[in-house]
């Protein structure tokens, strides 16, 4: 693909050393980085789309891929923003299948968080009747991203959400240990708080949350 390949020449040209380090040791060093910041590496993610928009409208779930199979980060995160710019209102059935791919792919909270509230999320929104469907093979998955997407896809719901659903996925998962799915509990109600938070005062007084997550829920009220 002409743009995964102009993209790699310039993302290369701009590799540092020096900030790459500090940021692999803040992603526990699960992955490599080219050292670009992120306003740097969106200004030529945006420069290198516009030479190349015939080819990535009509092949943009292909090069979304292509990039997050490369090496470094920076490369999976500019597959993702290409998929949350060209999806927008233009997902079909099929989606679920990559999204699905992206979140257990090279998972890390930075990818996963975005794909749930934007990719999930923006997916479910335009075809609600798959949601409880989905919802419920992702939360009963042994992956623990695909179960944090499950509670975090409503995010970008705002005064939308199904307050039953987020209930219902807090309730499956408020025993976990993990810290990421404690967190996603926390953080999903908390930001629901902003537009019921007289129902999430009274859902996380009358259940038995993990600590982080009764803190994180209540801190705005």
């Not at 792919?105 to 479910?124: E, F, H, P, R």
């Not at 509990?185 to 007084?205: K, Q």
């Amino acid at each position: 693909m002409k743009f995964c390949n102009e993209l790699k020449t310039h993302f290369r040209k701009e590799s540092n050393r020096e900030l790459a380090v500090p940021m692999e040791n803040y992603m526990k060093n699960n992955f490599s980085f080219l050292g670009i910041k992120t306003e740097k590496r969106r200004a030529i993610f945006k420069s290198i789309y516009e030479q190349n928009k015939a080819e990535i409208k009509s092949n943009f779930r292909t090069i979304a891929w292509e990039l997050f199979q490369m090496k470094e980060r920076e490369f999976h995160l500019t597959g993702i923003d290409l998929l949350v710019k060209e999806s927008k209102k233009n997902f079909v059935i099929e989606d679920i299948k990559l999204i699905e791919k992206l979140i257990i792919t090279n998972s890390w909270w930075d990818s996963v968080d975005t794909i749930a509230k934007y990719l999930l999320g923006g997916y479910l929104q335009q075809f609600p009747l798959e949601t409880l469907k989905v919802i419920e093979r992702f939360s009963n998955s042994k992956n623990m991203w695909l179960n944090r997407s499950a509670i975090l896809f409503q995010l970008s719901y705002k005064e939308k959400t199904n307050f039953e659903i987020l209930i219902s996925e807090c309730e499956k998962h408020k025993h976990s240990n993990e810290f990421f799915i404690q967190k996603a509990i926390g953080w999903a109600l908390r930001d629901y708080s902003r537009f019921n938070p007289s129902g999430v005062t009274a859902y996380v007084n009358s259940t038995n949350l993990k600590p982080l997550s009764s803190r994180e829920a209540l801190r705005l009220l």
